[in-house]
Every structure is written in C-alpha cells, then in structure tokens.
C-alpha cells in the first residue's frame, strides 16, 4: 500500500525559503512520476514540480528558477527546495505519485492515484 507523508510547511516572509519532504512508503514499481502539486480553497488543484523514474524534471512557469525537486533515493523521499517566495505561492501543498511514466501530462493531478495528505505554505508580504 503506497502511502505518501508531507512535512516542512509553514510561514515565512516574502523572499524567504522553505524545503518541503515526501516520505514515501510501499512503492514497489520502479517507473514512476512523482510530484509536488497546490491547491487553494475553491481553487483547481495544480502542479508545482514534478520528477519521473528516469531523472526526468518539469517544473510550472511560474515557480522555475524558484522552486528545485530532488530526491533522496535511499530513503524513499522527495523534497521540494523552495526559494525567493512570494504571497502567490500560499498554498496546501500535496505529494503525489503516479505509477507509470506513459505520454499524459505530468501535471494532470487526475493522473494521480496516491496523494499525501498535504502541509500548508504561507508566504506574508
């Protein structure tokens, strides 16, 4: 059973930093996408950065250059280092996981079977 944990949320002022962490748990395929994705309240959600088995990365037009995914393989978690934060990037953010790599885009949420259950980054002007 493929279980995702989020931690490393919180507040910080504008130009601040914050690295968020995804343990994940029960992942026996070796193809995969695996993601950062946000959400507001009453808002869609939607991909943040997103990194596949392969070592391949994409990140939203809005937080490249800011925003770095990595992963720790030995311990099965995925970060996301987030610099130079604005006010527009409060948000819930959530880990997901797909196990497949296939030809669908990488930040169609709908995608995704498995998701953590999400940390709340507030970023103050």
């Known amino acids: 059973q493929v279980q995702l944990v989020e931690s490393g949320g919180g507040s910080v002022q504008a130009g601040g930093s914050l690295r968020l962490s995804c343990a994940a748990s029960g992942v026996t395929y070796n193809r995969y996408w695996m993601g950062w994705f946000r959400q507001l309240p009453g808002k869609e959600r939607e991909g943040v950065a997103a990194?596949?088995?392969?070592?391949?990365?994409k990140y939203a037009d809005s937080v490249q250059g800011r925003f770095t995914i990595s992963q720790d393989n030995a311990k099965s978690t995925l970060y996301l280092q987030m610099d130079s934060l604005k006010p527009e990037d409060t948000a819930m953010y959530y880990c997901?996981?797909?196990?497949?790599?296939?030809?669908?885009?990488?930040?169609?949420?709908?995608?995704?079977?498995?998701w953590g259950q999400g940390t709340q980054v507030t970023v103050s002007s």
């Open positions: 997901a996981i797909r196990l497949f790599i296939g030809s669908v885009r990488w930040d169609d949420p709908g995608t995704f079977p498995y």
């Open positions: 990194k596949n088995s392969d070592g391949f990365t």
